[in-house]
């Protein structure tokens, strides 16, 4: 989601781009390479034949309840798929963006700055702050930009099931006791790309504008694309069938990054999501 946003932005900057894509194109007609993250190999050939001089990592295995069950690829992707590119980056002294997560906290309290102490609840999350600490052992330029409940309109995600839920009038139940900080790919790109227009580097929290819970979120979106309330249920997380927990509240501090870009409030992201959609 995160890369075909970034993608289509860049694209309008800048023709000097390529863009690298497992099994299909990020822009069809655009240079895209393939390329496996977990193939050390591949990927330090890949990037010294490239010489970028910026690189932004954004893929991940990001199913939160396989992460659980499938640890073993999680941890090869996350964490030393993360590693490679970090150390083709510094082959060629190029700046690395590796986006990352919400997950590495507990949600204990919310609100989180960067430097907060990191202690991730599940396997996700483990792997996602090990591809963190890769980051800044094996490169010396680089960004770690946290993000939060990315969506947008590119493909299935928690926003866009819940449109097409409610758009054929069907109840959904979304918990009430889980705070995040909704992010619109759109925003997430734009917030990217002004920390390398300005040559940014250390952690930042690149995420939507406001603390909100799911529940409050699924109402502003029903509010923004004119969608019966009552057809949204609330629920708790226990009710949910979820194999990995979740933190309670991790939703995250953006000051640090509204100094380089604000980031849009929720119903600024919701009114364009509903424009792209149109």
């Not at 590119?154 to 705070?179: C, G, R, S, Y």
């Not at 909100?212 to 109402?219: G, N, Q, T, W």
């Not at 979820?242 to 929720?266: E, G, H, Q």
Request: hydrophobic share 40%.
């Amino acid at each position: 989601m995160f890369g075909r946003a970034f993608a289509e932005l860049i694209n309008k900057t800048t023709s000097h781009v390529v863009f690298s894509a497992y099994n299909k194109h990020i822009i069809e007609g655009k240079n895209t390479i393939f390329l496996d993250i977990t193939d050390e190999k591949m990927v330090r050939k890949t990037i010294k034949e490239l010489t970028p001089d910026v690189i932004v990592h954004a893929a991940a295995f990001t199913n939160v309840d396989k992460c659980e069950t499938e640890q073993k690829t999680a941890f090869e992707i996350n964490a030393n798929g993360t590693k490679n590119i970090a150390t083709g980056a510094y082959d060629v002294h190029a700046k690395l963006v590796s986006i990352s997560t919400d997950y590495v906290f507990d949600g204990e309290k919310g609100n989180y700055r960067e430097n907060d102490k990191t202690n991730p609840v599940n396997y996700y999350g483990l792997t996602k702050l090990e591809g963190e600490k890769m980051v800044m052992h094996h490169c010396d330029n680089f960004v770690i930009a946290r993000t939060s409940v990315v969506y947008g309109s590119h493909k299935k995600n928690f926003a866009t099931w819940m449109i097409e839920e409610l758009k054929q009038e069907n109840p959904i139940h979304i918990v009430t006791d889980q705070w995040v900080s909704p992010t619109l790919n759109l925003d997430l790109a734009e917030q990217v790309l002004a920390l390398i227009e300005k040559d940014k580097t250390g952690i930042f929290h690149t995420a939507g504008a406001e603390r909100i819970s799911r529940y409050d979120f699924a109402l502003k979106l029903a509010e923004v694309f004119d969608f019966d309330y009552s057809l949204i249920r609330p629920a708790t997380a226990s009710n949910m069938n979820w194999i990995a927990k979740r933190p309670v509240d991790s939703s995250l501090d953006v000051t640090k990054i509204s100094n380089i870009k604000k980031p849009y409030t929720v119903s600024e992201a919701l009114k364009n999501l509903k424009e792209e959609l149109a």
